[in-house]
């Protein structure tokens, strides 16, 4: 039968979805099976099916859901596969379809934040959380012991599949559309409307851009540009807005708002930018790769997949964002590194690296 490709849920946009979807490239005749599609048609196609839970109301609740995904996946079955390939943030590695010998290769994009390590995600943080991930990580540890191999996204998520599940890891570092975006100026792919954006810009800013949730720390980014007397531009969106609204009023340093930027805006955006800051602490973060990729010097904090992906002194700068005067001199760290040092480093994260490494794991 071939194997199959399984993900957690699917959103429109994000770094799970973007390496799923490279694996979907990778093995174009596996089947794919998800929780439930909610990607806006980004992967609608007939090699796709969704679980049961597609088809109650806790689809529309990452957190009521949370309990029942474990089950979801341990009550799915199926055609009598030969390999699975399963990118996992949650439970995604529990799938077995019923057959303990089946070869499984478990992609982490980390264990779930929200049961193992609530101080890195919030959602972990209130008494019910806590309660619900009680009950949730007996289970999710022996899963972790039933004969498939991991690979991790990082070694910072390679220590804590140790910490956590008890078991060791391969690590096999994320796709970055590094190829496409070092293929051409992405200005000339700009609309009307986003030409005009970029051109009432200020001639030298700081950039922060992400999704606008609290734990991206984008108020972190207009410290920055006060600490260094620099204006600041936040590219995004997402329920944090009205709160960094306020807090750009309040800002000692004009702070202008790019809302949903295309990729061919966001990649002007890095190409222009005097310093991309990048304050959280991801398990890998392809963002500031496409940052160095695009040309950016990148200012990252000091823990998390950044302090592997950027070269401190080299490409960037490694910061605990506590001072004014830490942060002033990370930026002028990353001033001075040089340009072509940061387009070739960011090519060691490539599609194409990416789409050998799986396939050489796999096949082994």
């Given amino acids: 039968m071939g194997g199959v490709l399984v993900h957690e849920w699917l959103a429109p946009a994000g770094g799970s979805e973007n390496v799923f979807e490279a694996m979907g490239r990778i093995f174009p005749d596996a089947d794919m099976l998800c929780l439930w599609d909610d990607s806006q048609g980004r992967f609608a196609s007939e090699r796709l099916r969704e679980t049961w839970l597609a088809r109650t109301p806790l689809r529309r609740s990452k957190a009521l859901a949370l309990p029942w995904m474990p089950l979801a996946w341990r009550m799915q079955r199926g055609p009598e596969y030969d390999w699975a390939l399963i990118s996992s943030h949650a439970f995604a590695h529990h799938v077995d379809f019923g057959r303990p010998d089946l070869p499984r290769f478990v992609y982490v994009h980390t264990p779930a934040r929200y049961v193992w390590t609530p101080e890195l995600d919030k959602r972990g943080s209130s008494a019910t959380a806590r309660l619900v991930a009680a009950t949730l990580k007996g289970g999710d540890r022996r899963r972790a012991h039933a004969g498939a191999q991991f690979a991790a996204n990082s070694e910072f998520v390679r220590a804590r ?8 890891a391969a690590v096999i570092h994320p796709p970055v559309d590094v190829e496409q975006i070092q293929s051409r100026d992405w200005t000339a792919e700009l609309s009307d409307d986003e030409r005009r954006v970029v051109d009432d810009l200020p ?162």
Avoid at 161 to 168: F, H, L, M, V, Y
Avoid at 270 to 281: D, E, G, H, K, L
């Fill in 161 to 168: 599949i140790a910490a956590t599940w008890g078991t060791d």
């Fill in 203 to 364: 001639q030298t800013f700081i950039l922060g851009a992400s999704r606008f949730i609290p734990y991206k720390e984008l108020d972190v980014v207009i410290r920055v540009g006060e600490a260094c007397d620099l204006p600041v531009v936040l590219a995004g969106r997402g329920p944090e807005l009205p709160r960094l609204r306020e807090l750009a009023a309040e800002s000692t340093v004009p702070v202008t708002f790019v809302l949903s930027p295309s990729n061919p805006l966001l990649w002007t955006l890095f190409s222009r930018t005097s310093v991309y800051v990048f304050p959280a602490v991801e398990d890998f973060g392809i963002m500031p790769v496409e940052a160095m990729a695009a040309g950016a010097p990148v200012v990252a904090r000091n823990v998390g997949g950044t302090a592997e992906s950027i070269v401190d002194g080299a490409t960037g700068a490694l910061t605990e964002f506590e001072s004014a005067q830490g942060m002033a001199a990370a930026v002028d760290t990353a001033l001075a590194t040089v340009r072509e040092h940061r387009l070739e480093h960011a090519r060691r994260f490539s599609q194409s690296r990416f789409a050998t490494e799986i396939q050489e794991w796999v096949a082994a």
